[in-house]
C-alpha cells in the first residue's frame, strides 16, 4: 500500500505539515474540499500547491459535484494553469455527479489524472468507457473509495467494461507505479 496524507488551509504551519508527511514517507496529499469545507481556489490553498508542487507530492482531490460548488472545474481549471508542475488525481472521473462536464473541461491537460472511485455505480458501461477513453487510459486510476463501495463489486464492473488488454493494465497498475515512482518498491 501507498500512503497518502492531508492537509487543511487553516494550518498555521503547511510546510512543516509537507516536511512532516514526507518524514512518514507519504507519497502524496489526499484533499476533500466538500467535506473539509473550503473552496480550492481560496488563496489559503495556494501555500498547499506551492509545496506539494516543490516536493513532488501528488495531490489526490474530491472534484465535482453538482450540490456544492467547492471543487468544480471553475475553480479547478485555474489552479491547474497556475501551478502546471502539480499533478492533481480528481477523484470520481474528476467530476463526482458532473463526470462528462468534467471530462470536456480537463481531457487533455497535462497535470490531470482521474481515478474511478465513486462513479461506476452512476455510469452506464458505454458513458464510463467514453469518460476513461476521453481522458486517455492513461490518465486515469483504479480507485474504489472504500469504504463506500465494494472493491470486489467495482472491480467487477470495470473489468465488464469494453476496455483492451493495454487499457486495464494501464488503468490498475501501471499509472499508479508511474505517477507514484513505486518502481523502486516492486
Given amino acids: ?26 507519497k502524496g496529499v489526499k484533499l476533500h474540499p466538500d467535506i473539509q469545507a473550503f473552496k480550492i481556489d481560496d488563496y489559503r490553498c ?15 482531490m474530491h472534484t465535482g459535484d453538482n450540490r456544492y460548488d467547492y471543487s468544480n472545474p471553475n475553480r479547478l481549471l485555474p489552479i491547474l494553469e497556475i501551478y502546471k508542475n502539480l499533478t492533481v488525481i480528481g477523484a470520481h472521473m474528476g467530476g463526482w455527479s458532473i ?63 469494453p476496455l483492451d488488454e493495454s487499457e486495464f493494465s494501464s488503468i490498475l497498475n501501471m499509472n499508479a507505479i508511474k505517477l507514484f515512482n513505486l518502481e523502486e518498491i516492486i
Avoid at 495556494?46 to 489526490?60: A, M, N, P, S, V
Avoid at 462528462?100 to 491537460?109: L, T
Avoid at 482521474?114 to 486517455?136: H, Q
Wanted: aromatic share 12%.
Fill in 1 to 26: 500500500l501507498t500512503g497518502l496524507g492531508t492537509l487543511h488551509p487553516d494550518s498555521e504551519d503547511i510546510k512543516g505539515d509537507v516536511e512532516h508527511l514526507l518524514e512518514l514517507g507519504l
Fill in 46 to 60: 495556494l501555500k498547499i500547491y506551492e509545496e506539494c508542487e516543490k516536493q513532488g507530492l501528488k495531490i489526490l
Fill in 99 to 161: 463526470w462528462e462536464e468534467a471530462a470536456e473541461a480537463y481531457a487533455g491537460i497535462p497535470n490531470f489524472y482521474v481515478d474511478c472511485s465513486s462513479s461506476f455505480p452512476y455510469l452506464d458501461k458505454e458513458t464510463a468507457t467514453k469518460i476513461i477513453r476521453k481522458y486517455g487510459a492513461d490518465r486515469v486510476l483504479f480507485g474504489t473509495d472504500y469504504p463506500m463501495w465494494s472493491p470486489k463489486s467495482e472491480m467487477e464492473y470495470f473489468l465488464s467494461l
